[in-house]
């Protein structure tokens, strides 16, 4: 597993190759803190992660990385309900997979109709990527109560304009613990420093 942080040019570079191939009906989204570095928010990004809605689209995206290192065949994982190939692309893991359980709402960054409803369009070199919303990946890094990635997503939106009502909306359904919405909440509010 690689450690280095990512920039958006070795984002693009390891992404190139996959986006080169990609067809329109292959659809997919930037999931993860490389979805949050694609907008423009400054985290630790060490890996990139791609959602896919169907196993069929692993598997060909899986074709169209066989030159590169393989860590991972695309493989069942059923605990994590996920259908999953990683592979190595310039020294960085680039993962692709489905996420097959059930989501009720639309605020799951991974799951359910959330990424698919609510992303933006970010250009990575002379390529268009949907990234997944910073909303839904704000809930996320909420979750696992890590300050080092929440206070700069927060710091984006705040700057560049953020929907708090979705943000809030996920932290309900993600079940975030009250405090820590509190803080997050706090944080949005509070002025840029």
Do not use: N
Not at 72 to 100: C, H, K, M, N
Not at 118 to 145: I, K, N, W
Request: hydrophobic fraction near 40%.
């Amino acid at each position: 597993m690689t450690t280095s942080t990512l920039d958006p040019g070795r984002l693009e570079q390891a992404l190139s190759p996959l986006l080169d191939h990609i067809t329109p009906d292959r659809p997919y989204r930037l999931v993860g803190t490389a979805a949050a570095l694609a907008q423009g928010v400054q985290l630790p990004t060490s890996d990139i992660d791609v959602l896919v809605s169907r196993r069929d689209d692993v598997d060909a995206f899986a074709a169209v990385l066989s030159p590169f290192p393989c860590r991972t065949p695309p493989t069942w994982l059923p605990e994590a309900r996920q259908y999953f190939g990683a592979f190595t692309v310039a020294g960085i893991d680039l993962e692709v997979s489905t996420v097959e359980w059930p989501a009720d709402t639309d605020t799951f960054e991974c799951a359910g109709p959330g990424p698919w409803r609510h992303y933006t369009e970010v250009y990575l070199g002379r390529h268009t990527v949907p990234a997944v919303a910073l909303e839904l990946r704000l809930a996320t890094e909420l979750l696992r109560d890590r300050p080092d990635r929440w206070r700069p997503l927060i710091d984006h939106m705040r700057r560049h304009g953020g929907d708090r009502s979705l943000a809030l909306r996920a932290m309900q359904d993600r079940k975030v613990a009250p405090l820590t919405q509190q803080k997050a909440l706090d944080h949005w509010h509070s002025t840029p420093g």
